[in-house]
Nanobody, 125 residues
Framework: QVQLVDAGGGSVQAGGSLRLSCVVFGYAYSSMSIAWFRQGPGKEREGVAFITSSGSTTSYADSVKDRVTISQDNAKNTVYLQMNSLKPEDTAMYYC??????????????????WGQGTQVTVSS
């Protein structure tokens, strides 16, 4: 059984920073790739960042590249999303997702079987 608990969202002003966390419960953590998705009001869910189980490969959406960093702490079964220079258009519900073994970033949400409950990020101008 795999369970994801994401947290760390909040309300910030444009230019601010937030660090989201995703704790993965389950023995399969070491075999899983983790991604962050987001879904803004009236928008489809989109991929934001991705990290392989080994941490050797990361990938970012063009809209957030150079502003966000995905990282992992294997001792804590936790993946982080550090977001800097936040913009109002970053406002969305952010979800972490997990799947077994990927070398690249599957962008379709349907390709990710495990999801956190979501954490809201609101950026005001």
């Amino acid at each position: 059984q795999v369970q994801l608990v994401d947290a760390g969202g909040g309300s910030v002003q444009a230019g601010g920073s937030l660090r989201l966390s995703c704790v993965v419960f389950g023995y399969a953590y070491s075999s899983m790739s983790i991604a962050w998705f987001r879904q803004g009001p009236g928008k489809e869910r989109e991929g934001v960042a991705f990290i392989t189980s080994s941490g050797s490969t990361t990938s970012y959406a063009d809209s957030v590249k150079d502003r966000v960093t995905i990282s992992q702490d294997n001792a804590k079964n936790t993946v982080y999303l550090q977001m800097n220079s936040l913009k109002p258009e970053d406002t969305a519900m952010y979800y972490c997702a997990a799947r077994y073994g990927s070398r690249s970033f599957p962008l379709r949400p349907s390709e990710w079987p495990y999801w956190g409950q979501g954490t809201q990020v609101t950026v005001s101008s």
